[in-house]
């Protein structure tokens, strides 16, 4: 088991283009989370999925932006018409229950020009 | 409103020395809190977990304590080594039994802990 798996690590997008992350959870991992951090903060919570039902969606998930995960195994995220303030690290966590922690994968950095 | 209050955006602690952080919050009733630590660039990484009904909980030189009362952790790491400069962040479980099953945890916006040699 190699983790939590994002894809792409980094990536740069002018403003409007639309634009799509991938998160691999851990394997047996029923739950799947998407959060956002900006430079000196802590994450947000942007949405919630246990299996492949989306639970719940943060008001900071604008309808610019939508997830997925289909067959309850990988998740993605999508921003369309991406706007400068959506710059951030998107990241990822999965587990089985919430006293067991999280395990983040490593982020996509998205930067906005 | 809701918050949550790492106190220090920033620590420097010789090294060899216990650096203790704290985490404050208010108007929440966790079921759990946890501590994780951050290194740039990457994502946060779980540490210690400890339950609303536990008082301590200790896991190497990591050790954690939890006062319902004072709504406060303090996150302590003893003979401190410059390994363990990193961000400290602190989460709590604001799920509740009556919403189980919408479990996330809100994250402070965490300490910058520098371990000088």
């Known amino acids: 088991d190699t983790g939590v798996s994002q894809d792409p690590r980094h990536k740069i997008t002018k403003r409007g283009q639309n634009v799509t992350f991938r998160c691999d959870p851990i394997?047996?991992?029923?739950?799947l989370y998407w959060y956002r951090q900006t430079l000196g903060q802590g994450p947000e919570f942007l949405t919630y999925?246990?299996?492949?039902?989306?639970?719940?969606k943060s008001r900071l998930l604008s309808d610019r932006f939508s997830a997925e995960r289909p067959k309850g195994s990988f998740s993605t995220l999508e921003i369309q018409r991406t706007e400068q303030g959506d710059s951030a690290m998107y990241l990822c966590?999965?587990?089985?229950?919430?006293?067991?922690?999280?395990?983040f994968g490593s982020g996509t950095r998205l930067t906005v020009v | 409103s809701q918050k949550i209050e790492q106190n220090s955006e920033a620590l420097n602690i010789q090294e060899g020395k216990t650096a203790t952080l704290t985490c404050n919050y208010t108007?929440?009733?966790?079921?759990?809190l946890q501590w994780y630590r951050q290194d740039p660039g990457r994502g946060p990484v779980f540490l210690l977990l400890?339950?609303?009904?536990?008082k301590e909980k200790r896991k190497e030189r990591l050790k954690v304590t939890f006062d319902t009362t004072l709504k406060q952790s303090l996150f302590h790491i003893t003979a401190s080594q410059p390994a363990d400069s990193a961000t400290y962040l602190c989460?709590?479980?604001?799920?509740?039994?009556?919403?189980?099953?919408?479990?996330?945890?809100?994250f402070g916006t965490g300490t910058r802990l520098t371990i000088i040699p």
């Open positions: 966590a999965s587990n089985n229950e919430l006293r067991y922690g999280y395990t």
């Open positions: 394997s047996e991992h029923n739950r």
């Open positions: 999925f246990q299996n492949e039902a989306q639970l719940e």
């Open positions: 108007n929440y009733s966790p079921a759990y």
């Open positions: 400890i339950r609303e009904n536990e």
């Open positions: 989460a709590l479980d604001i799920s509740t039994i009556s919403n189980f099953g919408n479990e996330k945890l809100t």
